[in-house]
């Protein structure tokens, strides 16, 4: 599994991104994903994730402001960002779950990961 993330890019307050995490080699179409992010200085923090035929988790801080979906036939999960405030800048890293399940916050349960796309949210 290579997972490629893109989307990301310098906005402003209050401004909308939207990433998308896929795999060239089309082998996580039955597997949950997840997003993560680490900002500078601070532990990587779970963000949202999505099961293969159901099943969504968001963030306490995200919620009601990011969306996750998928594409399953394109093997692609998108991660919309509306409202982004300054504390949302970070790396973002996508993951594939161990399973088809949504696998929720735990790290630990993903077995790949992406090569990070960075967001820096200015004031």
């Known amino acids: 599994v290579q997972l490629q993330a893109s989307g990301g890019g310098p906005v402003q307050a209050g401004g909308s991104l939207r990433f998308s995490c896929s795999d060239a080699?089309?082998?996580?179409?039955?597997?949950?994903v997840g997003w993560f992010r680490q900002a500078p200085g601070k532990e990587r923090e779970f963000v949202a994730s999505i099961g293969y035929r159901s099943g969504v988790t968001y963030a306490d801080s995200v919620k009601g402001r990011f969306s996750i979906s998928r594409d399953s036939a394109k093997s692609t999960v998108s991660l919309q960002m509306d409202t982004l405030k300054p504390e949302d800048t970070a790396v973002y890293y996508c993951a594939s779950c161990r399973s088809s399940y949504d696998c929720g916050s735990d790290p630990s349960l993903y077995r790949y990961w992406g090569q990070g796309t960075e967001v820096t949210v200015s004031s």
């Open positions: 080699r089309r082998t996580f179409s039955n597997n949950g």
